[in-house]
Structures are given as structure tokens and as C-alpha cells.
Antibody, heavy 128, light 109 residues
Framework: QVQLQQSGPGLVKPSETLSLTCRVS??????????WNWIRQHPGKGLEWIGV???????TYNPSLKSRITMSVDTSTNQFSLKLRSVTAADTAVYFC????????????????????WGQGTTVTVSS | EIVLTQSPGTLSLSPGERATLSCRAS???????LVWYQQKPGQAPRLLIY???SRATGIPDRFSGRGSGTDFTLTISGLEPEDFAVYFC??????????FGQGTKVEMK
């Protein structure tokens, strides 16, 4: 079955760029109904959706973070990535990648099956 | 942006008891867009329910979901020790963004 393995630094300096990668194993990142998400969780808090990318590279970002985010997908290596620019202490959080399944019918969204596979989480601290 | 409000914040119950968790949306949702997750300390969330009422693969039948419009409920019919955790609802985000409720912690009494 599909598994997600996250990688990336746990410490980033203020004003620099946070870069994380999520490798997909046990399946193809190009599977028809799969979309690839990043979510974060501030210490002791709830979950915040960051953005989603499709196998073709189409992205949708959280408007609250949109100006600082770039997500990309590499089908040749079965990986997708997140870059968050100009980080501050407020970006300190556990970052998760996750697969979600969304089916379409006639080009229109048909059903949402939720985020069923998650990475292990990466604790990122923003500090000098 | 659709805001999801979960209640109560904390539920203190004993094993074997029934847990009823609420998720209220700030505007009406297609029920197929509402999912529930369980999260234990130090772990990633685990998908429990999609489409407001369908159990995900491998989820025991003591977990059930229902609801429509703006009001959704997750019920755990008889708490097992492993069910003490935090539960989040989430909506698909049409239009974006996807949003999560703030969570309900089910703790052992």
C-alpha cells in the first residue's frame, strides 16, 4: 500500500526558506484520483491546511500562506515538495504530507474520500 | 472560508461509554465533503470517516458518523482504551481552503 516518507531539515533560520519533500512508495504519484497535500500543526494546536498539488502540477494554496508557498511534483522520482519562504517563529510547527483521494465524473468533482495516507511528520523549528 | 466548530472541547468518559462529538459548519456543506480524523500524541492523523458517514478501511464499526447541512456528529458507541485521542473534522474546501475543526479531546475519566 502507499506510504509517504518525509525529509527535510528540522531547523530553519528566520527569513530563510523551509524546504520539505515527501516521497511516495508502494504506488505511483500519478495515480488518477490522488492529490498530494501539506498540512501543519502548531505546537499543541489544531491542523492547518497549507496546500495541495495534483499529478500534473496544478496547485491550490491556502490564501493565508499563498504569497510564500511553492509546491512542486516530480513524477520521475515519485516525490512532491513544499517550499515556504521568509519563515518566522510563527512557522514553527509539525509539517505533514498526506494523500487525498477525490474522484471526478465528467470533469466535475464527484466524491471526496479524505486524506487516507499521511507522512510521519517533520518537526520544524524556526530559530537563529 | 468555512469555519468548523467542534464541541465539546474535551469529553471525559470511561471505557465502555458512548462518546458523541459535534462538528458545526459556518455554512451548509455537501455531506460528501465532510471527514473525521483521530490523532494520538506524536502521531499523524488517521482517517476515520469520509462522506460524513462512511467508515474508512479498517475502522471498527463502533465508529459512526452522521449529519448534513451544517451539523455533523461522530459517535463512538463503546469506548475502547485505544480510542482516547483527539478527533478532528475537516471539510473538502469547495471553494478552498480546506479547513479543520479545532478538535475534541476524548480523555479517560
Amino acid at each position: 500500500q502507499v506510504q509517504l516518507q518525509q525529509s527535510g531539515p528540522g531547523l530553519v533560520k528566520p527569513s530563510e526558506t523551509l524546504s520539505l519533500t515527501c516521497r511516495v512508495s508502494g504506488g505511483s504519484i500519478s495515480s488518477g484520483d490522488d492529490y498530494w497535500n501539506w498540512i501543519r500543526q502548531h505546537p499543541g494546536k489544531g491542523l492547518e491546511w497549507i496546500g495541495v498539488i495534483s499529478k500534473t502540477g496544478r496547485t491550490t494554496y491556502n490564501p493565508s500562506l499563498k504569497s510564500r508557498i511553492t509546491m512542486s511534483v516530480d513524477t520521475s522520482t515519485n516525490q512532491f515538495s513544499l517550499k515556504l519562504r521568509s519563515v518566522t517563529a510563527a512557522d514553527t510547527a509539525v509539517y505533514f504530507c498526506a494523500r487525498e483521494v477525490v474522484t471526478t465524473f465528467g470533469g466535475v468533482m464527484d466524491y471526496y474520500y479524505g486524506m487516507d495516507v499521511w507522512g510521519q511528520g517533520t518537526t520544524v523549528t524556526v530559530s537563529s | 472560508e468555512i469555519v468548523l466548530t467542534q464541541s465539546p472541547g474535551t469529553l471525559s468518559l470511561s471505557p465502555g461509554e458512548r462518546a458523541t462529538l459535534s462538528c458545526r459548519a459556518s455554512q451548509s456543506l455537501d455531506s460528501s465533503f465532510l471527514v473525521w480524523y483521530q490523532q494520538k500524541p506524536g502521531q499523524a492523523p488517521r482517517l476515520l470517516i469520509y462522506g460524513a458517514s462512511s467508515r474508512a478501511t479498517g475502522i471498527p464499526d463502533r465508529f459512526s458518523g452522521r449529519g448534513s447541512g451544517t451539523d455533523f456528529t461522530l459517535t463512538i458507541s463503546g469506548l475502547e482504551p485505544e480510542d482516547f485521542a483527539v478527533y478532528f473534522c475537516q471539510q473538502y474546501g469547495s471553494p478552498p481552503p480546506k479547513t479543520f475543526g479545532q478538535g475534541t479531546k476524548v480523555e479517560m475519566k
